[in-house]
């Protein structure tokens, strides 16, 4: 069964830290194109940051701004998201997902480019 299980979502205050996890089971993680997307109550899912199948490309929002890192850990065949200096907007659900291109050096923000998602991992940031 090919599942995506994502945590380490808690409430933060703001300028905090974080670091989420993404868990596959039922695939390798390393043979696709993972995304840490967003959804905010009232908007649309958004792409925080992500990262090809080879690892030599991403793509990161505009409000990532360099306080967000992405990184693949292969033999525990998840992918983290560290999150510093989080800010009360970064309050949202946020999922990774996977998807498979024929080019392993690709990689894309579109969220219907991606074919398996996690259930999510809430991240508060209030004081």
């Known amino acids: 069964q090919v599942q995506l299980v994502e945590s380490g979502g808690r409430l933060v205050q703001p300028g905090g830290s974080l670091r989420l996890s993404c868990a596959a089971s039922?695939?390798?993680?390393?043979?696709?194109?993972v995304g840490w997307f967003r959804q905010a109550p009232g908007k649309e899912r958004e792409a925080v940051l992500c990262i090809s199948s080879t690892s030599d490309n991403t793509y990161h929002a505009s409000f990532v701004k360099g306080r967000f890192t992405i990184s693949r850990d292969n033999a525990k065949n998840t992918v983290s998201l560290e999150m510093n200096n989080l800010k009360p907007e970064d309050t949202a659900v946020y999922y990774c997902?996977?998807?498979?291109?024929?080019?392993?050096?690709?990689?894309?923000?579109?969220?219907?480019?991606?074919?398996?998602w996690g259930q999510g991992t809430q991240v508060a940031v209030s004081s």
């Open positions: 039922g695939f390798t993680l390393d043979d696709y194109a």
């Open positions: 997902a996977a998807a498979e291109f024929a080019d392993s050096d690709h990689v894309s923000p579109l969220v219907r480019d991606y074919n398996y």
